[in-house]
């Protein structure tokens, strides 16, 4: 997730501590799953009437007002939205699909032979014996500036085009990462140059994440709820094995994929450099008793040299900051010595009036 890219420097978690594979774990036919990934009194009532935004990208690259709204709404009101019509070719995500399945499909020790540093496969957050577990596992790797890759953690053989997939997918990306920011820039009525320059040679990174079928899925979370502490995440998901929910005004809403859309929400960055105007949503993930499912989550931070704090021009008509200013750096620091837990982390930057 986060890299100096004058020096390649990664900021790791804090002595993160190994688990138990969980697609090894799911392949041994089990009844029952371990006690360590048991939630007690997990709430799993969903509302499933509320639909999350659709934002059409190609309007909003073409400045359309009505669409430039219904944006601004999205990232008020929800922190999620799917986007359609986001020019990335059909090939690209087949191939992502293809390639990121075949690496999952891989023999256990070939895959764990890519954990390399704060890269690769392998788990992050946990930093307890007692601390409960996601049922999931993930493939984590650090793809913009180029520079900041770390190789000896990406496939050399098998897939044969990993690399090649990834970094077209990768452009992709970041593309899309330049147009929502523009647009938010354009709502919030600030300068769009400085705002996405913030977001220029910023960092990216991509988790790969297999969530295999649990025979107790009712008593488990793929992933524990959450907000990124991004700038913007972009979510590509394999198959119509829905799993993911956001936490819409204190319910649990599911998210139902539209075909060839790619899902984008707002990161913890962009609450505190909007001051709050736009919102990290917190969210979470379940999984099938039948089905397995994957997903690509594609992460965006600003430019490492940014202090991230709300923006001065966005102090306006009496209001206060809400948030600290603390450096990239610090920011990182604090988010990967902590495990997943709500918006907890940040609650601990909010400014205490």
Not at 12 to 28: F, H, K, R
Request: glycine share 6%; charged share 25%; aromatic share 10%.
């Amino acid at each position: 997730m986060i890299c100096n890219t004058m020096e390649t420097k990664f900021i790791t978690p804090t002595t993160t501590l190994p688990v138990a594979n969980v697609q090894a774990l799911a392949s041994n036919n089990l009844k029952t799953v371990p006690s360590r990934y048991i939630r007690q009194a997990l709430d799993l009532e969903i509302f499933a009437d509320n639909e999350i935004p659709v934002i059409n990208l190609g309007k909003l690259t073409d400045d359309d007002h009505e669409e430039l709204a219904k944006f601004h709404l999205a990232c008020q009101d929800w922190g999620f939205f799917q986007v359609v019509n986001h020019g990335v070719g059909e090939d690209v995500i087949e191939k992502m699909i293809e390639d990121v399945g075949e690496f999952f499909e891989l023999p256990l020790e070939e895959k764990k032979s890519r954990s390399v540093k704060s890269e690769g496969y392998g788990r992050t957050f946990v930093f307890s014996e007692e601390q409960k577990l996601d049922w999931g596992d993930m493939y984590y790797l650090h793809t913009q500036p180029v520079e900041s890759r770390n190789y000896a953690a990406w496939p050399t053989h098998r897939p044969l085009t990993f690399r090649e997939t990834v970094s077209t997918y990768s452009l992709e990306m970041d593309r899309i990462k330049t147009i929502l920011v523009g647009g938010m820039a354009k709502n919030l009525g600030i300068n769009e140059g400085k705002f996405t320059n913030m977001f220029n040679n910023g960092t990216q990174s991509m988790r790969m994440n297999y969530y295999p079928p649990c025979p107790e899925a009712s008593k488990v979370l793929g992933i524990s709820p959450h907000s990124d502490a991004t700038g913007l995440t972009v979510l590509l998901q394999f198959n119509q094995v829905h799993g993911l929910q956001i936490n819409h005004n204190g319910t649990w809403v599911p998210v139902k994929m539209l075909p060839n859309a790619l899902l984008v929400n707002i990161g913890d960055i962009i609450e505190i450099l909007t001051n709050g105007k736009y919102k990290s949503i917190e969210h979470r993930v379940v999984v099938s008793k039948e089905k397995a499912r994957m997903s690509v989550a594609t992460f965006h931070e600003t430019h490492e040299s940014v202090v991230i704090g709300p923006l001065p021009e966005l102090i306006i008509n009496g209001e206060t900051e809400q948030y600290k200013h603390v450096s990239f750096v610090e920011f990182f620091t604090m988010f990967l010595s902590r495990k997943l837990d709500g918006k907890s982390f940040l609650d601990d930057l909010k400014l205490k009036h």
